[in-house]
């Protein structure tokens, strides 16, 4: 690790920190920044793993999905919520240990989403009602979740331990030990963003993250502008800015879940 990449780990840390102690409103920011502009690279590249002539296809899918995401959160959030949640966790099982057994890639899912709940229940539980989920969690879904997420964080800590495997033991503490914002911001980064991101820099032929970085703006910029469009959108209903925040990642997100696997597979085929 160069002297520059120790130096923004420990600028992002510390600002993690202190957002950890600060309100709500700057939480959200901070998952706003991290998520929003250094975890998205990582999806940047989806274009390029398409082969040329299926990429208007691919296009085309990738923004009908974004519109259907986009209509159908603000139709129906309550529905939508769950629904994102659960895709989300199905996407970390299979990217984020391709090379585990069943059971580690099970639980590397459920803990990105149900770890944040293990000691921050109240917290969690407020985020996804202001998220969208509009009615407060029954008091047994919510500990359900809450000891599922950390009987999951305590199986992947030992795991860790047994490995030597510093990225998975330090992703897997944020998530647990930090607020729910800033635990899944850093957990996401750790886990699976950053990992990612090198794995697409590698197959593009990039020498470096900067390099990639280049390669990619112009999807990067895009997805940031919509992304930015549809909080501006939803903000004279969503006060919190946390409603807004989950929309525009269900809708950058689940069309790189769902239509890239699909049409990668076709590269590869």
């Known amino acids: 690790m160069t002297g520059q990449v120790r130096l923004g780990w420990a600028g992002l840390w510390g600002a993690a920190l202190a957002a950890s102690f600060s309100p709500l409103a700057g939480q959200v920011l901070f998952a706003i920044v991290t998520i929003g502009l250094i975890g998205m690279a990582h999806g940047a590249s989806d274009l390029d793993v398409v082969r040329r002539e299926h990429q208007f296809p691919f296009l085309a899918a990738y923004g009908l999905v974004i519109v259907i995401c986009l209509f159908w959160w603000h139709g129906a959030p309550a529905l939508a919520l769950p629904g994102f949640l659960l895709a989300s966790a199905i996407h970390f099982a299979l990217e984020d240990a391709p090379h585990g057994c069943s059971i580690e890639r099970l639980a590397r899912g459920i803990s990105m989403i149900a770890t944040p709940a293990a000691l921050h229940l109240q917290a969690f539980s407020t985020i996804l009602h202001e998220a969208g989920l509009g009615f407060s969690m029954p008091g047994f879904l919510a500990v359900s ?96 800015g946390i409603q807004s925040l989950f929309a525009a990642l269900a809708a950058l997100a689940i069309p790189h879940m769902l239509i890239t696997p699909w049409f990668e597979s076709r590269h590869q085929a």
Request: with cysteine; charged share 15%.
């Open 145 to 240: 979740i809450a000891i599922i997420g950390g009987s999951c964080a305590a199986g992947l800590i030992a795991v860790a331990l047994l490995r030597r495997d510093r990225r998975l033991l330090t992703g897997t503490l944020a998530l647990l030990l930090l607020p729910p914002f800033i635990g899944f911001s850093m957990g996401f980064l750790i886990l699976h963003a950053l990992p990612q991101t090198r794995q697409r820099r590698d197959l593009l032929g990039c020498r470096s993250t900067l390099r990639y970085l280049q390669a990619t703006w112009p999807v990067l910029t895009a997805a940031i502008l919509l992304a930015a469009g549809t909080v501006v959108l939803m903000h004279p209903t969503d006060k919190a």
